[in-house]
């Protein structure tokens, strides 16, 4: 088996497993969201200005997660375009 495949099978699997850890990080973050909401709901002791902090936070966190994925997601197809360039190379040569 060619080496290039070699490194292209891994890279595909490196990048589904980030996929899959990604995705079940957002649906635990989604499923702690909910709780802390119901938490502020009850909590009437506390000011707006706590509950405007912790919706900015909220919003931070998942902007920094997406901005996250994204730098992820441009750096794998990086690495996927760097190896289909090789593959290229290498076939032009044995031509």
């Excluded at 490194?7 to 702690?32: E, H, P, R, W, Y």
């Excluded at 009850?42 to 000011?47: C, E, I, V």
């Excluded at 997406?66 to 750096?75: A, C, I, L, N, T």
Aim: charged share 30%; proline share 1%; hydrophobic share 40%.
């Amino acid at each position: 088996m060619d080496n290039t495949q070699v490194l292209k099978q891994m890279i595909d699997f490196q990048k589904s497993t980030f996929d899959n850890a990604f995705s079940a990080m957002v649906m635990l973050q989604g499923q702690s969201e909910q709780m802390v909401a119901s938490l502020l709901d009850q909590a009437t002791w506390l000011p707006e200005e706590g509950r405007k902090a912790v919706a900015e936070w909220t919003a931070a966190y998942k902007k920094g997660r997406d901005e996250y994925k994204s730098f992820v997601d441009d750096s794998f197809k990086k690495v996927e375009a760097f190896f289909a360039d090789a593959k290229s190379a290498k076939t032009s040569k044995s031509k």
